[in-house]
């Protein structure tokens, strides 16, 4: 499989392999600057934020080997330089090998493992969150439209991050 991805402001390329897949860091003029492999009988563990939401811009991939980290940020839906980003059907790509690895009932298992607001730590910051906003609420007297605007701009911003919480933790206990 051949797709094209936006890094940074770097082209990547990514091939599928037998033994997991490459990530070929591309330059301008289309020439691989750096690869990294990511062997899926390495690989401990990989973290993907909920990339199945139609709002989203980027999605980012963390995956844990036994001695590195790889970060990979995807740009969803864009045209650049005249290239079609496919990114939907790259993830769902990585995903389905991921999973059919673990299905081959081999020795090792790659656990997807939560990105940050799925994980007890984020349930707790926005548990702070909105008892901030619940303080907020109930001290300010809220006689002016400015007041109400941004209490439900803020009321939204903590649904929403509930909202993509709850899909990220559907959508590892369905793998």
């Known amino acids: 499989m051949l797709y094209f991805f936006r ?23 289309n020439e691989v600057q750096r690869v990294d492999k990511i062997n899926l009988e390495d690989l401990l563990s990989f973290s993907c934020f909920d990339h199945s939401s139609k709002v989203l811009t980027k999605t980012r991939f963390i995956f844990r080997s036994s001695g590195s ?54 349930l707790y910051t926005l548990m702070v969150l909105a008892a901030i906003l619940g303080l907020l609420v109930i001290l300010s007297p809220a006689k002016t439209e400015k007041i109400i605007l941004s209490l439900f701009s803020l009321v939204t911003m903590i649904a929403v991050m509930l909202l993509r919480r709850w899909n990220e933790l559907k959508q590892i206990r369905n793998q």
């Open 69 to 122: 980290v790889t970060k990979l940020t995807l740009v969803h839906k864009k045209r650049v330089r005249g290239v079609e980003l496919q990114t939907t059907e790259a993830i769902d790509g990585i995903l389905e090998k991921i999973a059919a690895f673990n299905q081959q009932g081999s020795s090792t298992f790659i656990e997807r493992t939560p990105s940050f607001f799925s994980s007890r730590a984020g």
């Open 7 to 29: 890094l940074f402001g770097r082209f990547i390329r990514v091939t599928e392999t037998d033994a997991g897949f490459n990530l070929e860091h591309l330059n301008k003029d």
